[in-house]
């Protein structure tokens, strides 16, 4: 069961940071450090959502996949993908496998 979810996550993971390559959202230069001293919801107030995806989230999901540990209940960062991502040239897919994802973590025990 726990190798199950572990896979799970790294796979999702690894897909969304194909996507996110694939679209021209990645970026292979590093955030500045205080960008990560952010306060609010999805470091809003230090980065854009795709730049919390690549260095918040993504990381985060691997390490918790990494320590057999506990995901969140509440994320939200599937209804945020809507609202940045909605409208944008091939943005549908990342959306959907950020739905995806969002709805696995809620499930999970």
Same mark, same amino acid.
């Given at each position: 069961?726990?190798? *199950?979810?572990?896979?799970?996550?790294?796979?999702?993971?690894?897909?969304?940071?194909?996507?996110?390559? *694939?679209?021209?959202?990645?970026?292979? /230069? +590093?955030? +500045?450090? /205080?960008?990560?001293?952010?306060?609010?919801?999805?470091?809003? /107030?230090?980065?854009?959502?795709?730049?919390?995806?690549?260095?918040?989230?993504? +990381?985060?999901? *691997?390490?918790?996949?990494?320590?057999? !540990?506990?995901? +969140?209940?509440?994320?939200?960062?599937?209804?945020?993908?809507?609202?940045?991502?909605? !409208?944008? /040239?091939?943005?549908?897919?990342?959306?959907?496998?950020? !739905?995806?994802?969002?709805?696995?973590?809620?499930?999970?025990?």
């Amino acid at each position: 069961m726990i190798r *199950r979810i572990v896979n799970y996550a790294l796979q999702k993971a690894a897909e969304i940071e194909a996507e996110l390559k *694939r679209i021209g959202l990645w970026s292979s /230069d +590093p955030i +500045p450090e /205080d960008a990560y001293t952010y306060r609010g919801a999805f470091a809003m /107030d230090t980065m854009s959502f795709e730049q919390w995806l690549q260095f918040v989230l993504l +990381p985060s999901l *691997r390490e918790i996949a990494a320590e057999n !540990g506990r995901f +969140p209940k509440a994320t939200g960062f599937g209804q945020r993908a809507i609202i940045e991502f909605d !409208g944008l /040239d091939n943005g549908d897919r990342l959306i959907e496998l950020l !739905g995806e994802l969002e709805a696995w973590v809620e499930a999970q025990p």
